[in-house]
């Protein structure tokens, strides 16, 4: 992965400048043009998706170098929860199905509730346990980068509401 992020961020500025080319000179119209627009404003989304992803994995890599940690089931939790809601919301996007999309969004109180419950136990063990504080700080940094990814995958789902039925729902509750 961290191999990738350059190659990532090139394709973010490619898709950009397609949409605004397609744009330019094809002028879509109603369904084409939305799709533009999603595709155009999900580039970016999908690129943070990507820096987070980065980060946990140096962040991996530096506590593979230092003694093992009491076992966090809640943060492998976390991270099969927003691998499973970025394939679902990728698939929702590709076949244009909002009410998939809807479902994906009610996922993200998942992801925040194990976050919650991370970030609590990970302070109690830095209290209880604080020779772990550094290696426990690194992995509530990993907790908050997989909850922004949840964060992330919500915009993606409501850009294909927008795309697929011309709705708005972002930050309609």
């Known amino acids: 992965m961290l191999n990738h992020d350059d190659a990532i961020d090139r394709i973010e500025v490619e898709i950009d400048r397609q949409c605004i080319d397609l744009i330019a000179l094809r002028q879509p119209a109603a369904r084409d043009l939305r799709f533009v627009i999603s595709v155009a404003k999900m580039a970016p989304v999908l690129e943070r998706i990507a820096d987070h992803a980065c980060n946990i994995a140096r962040a991996a890599i530096d506590l593979n170098n230092e003694p093992e940690l009491k076992q966090n089931i809640e943060l492998r939790q976390m991270a099969e929860q927003a691998s499973a809601m970025l394939r679902a919301a990728l698939d929702a996007f590709t076949s244009n199905d909002a009410l998939a999309a809807r479902d994906v969004i009610t996922l993200d109180t998942v992801i925040n509730d194990l976050y919650n419950r991370v970030f609590h136990n ?20 990993v907790a908050k980068h997989l909850e922004r990814i949840g964060d992330y995958v919500t915009d993606i789902c409501e850009l294909t509401v927008y795309m697929a039925e011309a709705a708005f729902i972002k930050h309609v509750n």
């Open 122 to 141: 990970l302070i109690e063990r830095m209290v209880s346990e604080p020779s772990t504080a550094s290696r426990n700080a690194r992995l509530i940094f």
